[in-house]
Every structure is written in structure tokens, then in C-alpha cells.
């Protein structure tokens, strides 16, 4: 499985596979329609709290990255998504943020990526 992340800006396209929303807020502005998602998934999102906390400061970055990867680890949203989503050949994480390089989907993606590799080795 192959998992890449895009803007819900940016337009949708065949390639994007399964396209999951990853935020806890819709974006500002997109229609479901220009969205165009097969998921929305607000339990794979950072918490409101933290999420408040970051603000997208990236000064803020390594340890919102540290925290939120605290949350996934301890509330574990990755195990019943990839069981649902297993069968798909690529998952699209779609996120609002302007910030490519400081923005939570970055997380998702690598904590993701160990849970099919860990998987993968059983």
C-alpha cells in the first residue's frame, strides 16, 4: 500500500486512490464535491487541544510532532483504519494546512507506514 499526502486545495485526481480527509475541522472554502473524499477520518486528526496548542507555528514543530505522535501511539486510530483500508492499493491523506513541511498528515504518514511495516513482518 502506498500512502502520499495532498492539499484539499489541490484538484482531485484518479491517481489520488482513496482520498481520506485527516482533519478535525473542514477546510474553509470545499465543497464536499471538490473535496471529492471517500473519508473523512477525524479520529486520525491531532487532538483539539493540541491542535490549538501547535496553531501552526513552526517553531512549535518538533514537539507538536513529538506530542501527536504520543496520541497516535496511545489512542492507536491507526490499527482499525488500516484494517478497514487494507485492500486499498493507495490512500491520499488530505489536509487544509498551507504549511507542507510542518503540518500533521507528515506524522500520520510515518506513524502509518510503521504499522503496515510492522505488520508486514509478522
Not at 498528515?105 to 507506514?113: A, C, G, I
Request: hydrophobic fraction near 35%; charged fraction near 35%; aromatic fraction near 10%.
Amino acid at each position: 500500500m502506498e500512502i502520499v499526502l495532498k492539499r484539499v486545495y489541490e484538484d482531485a485526481s484518479p491517481e489520488d486512490g482513496y482520498r481520506v480527509l485527516v482533519d478535525r475541522i473542514w477546510p474553509r472554502g470545499i465543497s464536499k464535491e471538490k473535496a471529492a473524499l471517500d473519508e473523512w477520518d477525524k479520529d486520525l486528526a491531532p487532538s483539539t487541544a493540541l491542535r490549538e496548542w501547535f496553531h501552526h507555528d513552526p517553531l512549535l514543530w518538533d514537539e507538536f510532532s513529538r506530542k501527536y505522535k504520543e496520541e497516535l501511539l496511545e489512542q492507536n486510530p491507526g490499527k482499525p483504519f488500516l484494517e478497514k483500508n487494507g485492500q486499498q492499493e493507495k490512500i491520499t491523506l488530505v489536509y487544509a494546512a498551507r504549511d507542507e513541511k510542518h503540518c500533521h498528515p507528515l506524522v500520520l504518514k510515518d506513524y502509518l507506514e510503521q504499522l503496515l511495516n510492522n505488520k508486514s513482518k509478522k
